[in-house]
């Protein structure tokens, strides 16, 4: 009898296991998900307000990638370049990726590129830093 409980609840455990890894799965699925329909409502979003302010927006290329990693959007304006990072909650770190990025973007283009980060939960840590 012991030994036919011990069985069950190792049953029972790797089971049990199994579920956890699915829903993990689901849920990472989930956030890559809200991750692309945030950056099609922010990227939207910045075009409209960069063309309600006069810029006439000449391209966009998303997923722009560079040396250090993809940039989630380049706008290219008739005045300016743009490189917008979006994140649902951004940290410190990601602005000197997006300053890092840049930098390497402003080297290919041969000329000033702005960095734009945005995003649902820019906190008043990294917006201080941000600043300088």
Same mark, same amino acid.
């Given at each position: 009898?012991?030994?036919?409980?011990?069985?069950?609840?190792?049953?029972?455990?790797?089971? !049990?296991?199994?579920?956890?890894?699915?829903?993990?799965?689901?849920?990472?699925? $989930?956030? @890559?998900? +809200?991750? !692309? %329909?945030?950056?099609? %409502? =922010?990227?939207?979003?910045? *075009?409209?307000?960069?063309?309600?302010?006069?810029?006439?927006?000449?391209?966009?290329?998303?997923?722009?990638?560079?040396?250090?990693?993809? #940039?989630?959007? %380049? #706008?290219? $304006? @008739?005045?300016?370049?743009?490189? *917008?990072? #979006?994140? !649902?909650?951004?940290?410190? @770190?990601? *602005?000197?990726?997006? +300053?890092?990025? $840049?930098?390497? +973007?402003?080297?290919?283009?041969?000329?000033?590129?702005?960095? *734009?980060? $945005?995003? @649902?939960?820019?906190?008043?840590?990294?917006?201080? =830093?941000?600043?300088?």
């Amino acid at each position: 009898m012991k030994q036919e409980l011990k069985d069950e609840i190792q049953r029972v455990k790797t089971d !049990l296991e199994t579920k956890i890894k699915e829903v993990d799965r689901k849920v990472e699925a $989930t956030r @890559s998900d +809200l991750g !692309l %329909v945030a950056e099609e %409502v =922010y990227v939207k979003n910045f *075009v409209d307000y960069l063309q309600s302010n006069g810029e006439k927006v000449i391209s966009v290329y998303r997923h722009y990638e560079t040396s250090l990693g993809e #940039i989630d959007a %380049v #706008i290219e $304006t @008739s005045a300016k370049v743009y490189a *917008v990072e #979006i994140k !649902l909650r951004a940290e410190v @770190s990601d *602005v000197d990726g997006l +300053l890092n990025k $840049t930098k390497v +973007l402003k080297e290919e283009l041969g000329r000033e590129v702005y960095p *734009v980060l $945005t995003g @649902s939960e820019i906190n008043k840590t990294v917006r201080g =830093y941000a600043k300088g």
